[in-house]
């Protein structure tokens, strides 16, 4: 067994503690399978928060059995659609806040949410020429609230 003590030097963060009952890992090696773990970690939490992870209603182990792997498939699923949206698009949304350097899954829910709304709602009629879209201005303002509402 191998325990490490991690001591910041600055007083920014807290000492931490970790252990390894793996034969063969050194110092670095527990350091990096814990910090491998944040990826898991912030994944977990974003599905909790903006997916319903682990809020399955149903008692049967069948109901959790389907319901979960389906969220998992959804959570990239909006990953992939995010990384898809075309790069000029005006309605790309980005919630900023102090210290945020880069793009949260809320923002890509929200991108995909938007751009939906905006491609399968508002898209041009085919066959009724005197229909009026709205203007861009409305259109925008409507799909930036409604896309922010979870």
């Known amino acids: 067994m191998l325990w490490v003590f991690v001591h910041d030097v600055s007083g920014r963060h807290q000492d931490e503690y970790f252990y390894s009952t793996k034969p063969g890992f ?3 090696d527990v350091i990096e399978a814990f910090v491998g773990r944040w990826h898991i970690e912030v994944t977990f939490e974003e ?9 399955t209603r149903g008692r049967a182990q069948y109901t ?13 699923q909006i990953a992939f659609w995010y990384s898809q949206l075309p ?13 945020k350097a880069t793009i949260t899954f809320s923002d890509a829910i929200t991108s995909v949410r ?15 020429t005197h229909f ?6 409305t259109r925008n303002a ?3 609230a409604l896309a922010l509402v979870t």
């Open 26 to 28: 050194n110092v670095s």
């Open 47 to 55: 599905m909790r928060e903006h997916l319903g992870l682990e809020t």
């Open 64 to 76: 959790v059995l389907r319901v979960e792997p389906c969220l998992f498939l959804l959570h990239t």
């Open 87 to 99: 790069e000029c698009q005006s309605g790309m949304i980005h919630v900023c806040w102090r210290g």
């Open 114 to 128: 938007r751009h939906l709304w905006d491609v399968h709602l508002f898209q041009q009629p085919r066959i009724r």
């Open 132 to 137: 009026e879209k709205l203007p861009r201005p």
């Open 142 to 144: 409507i799909l930036d």
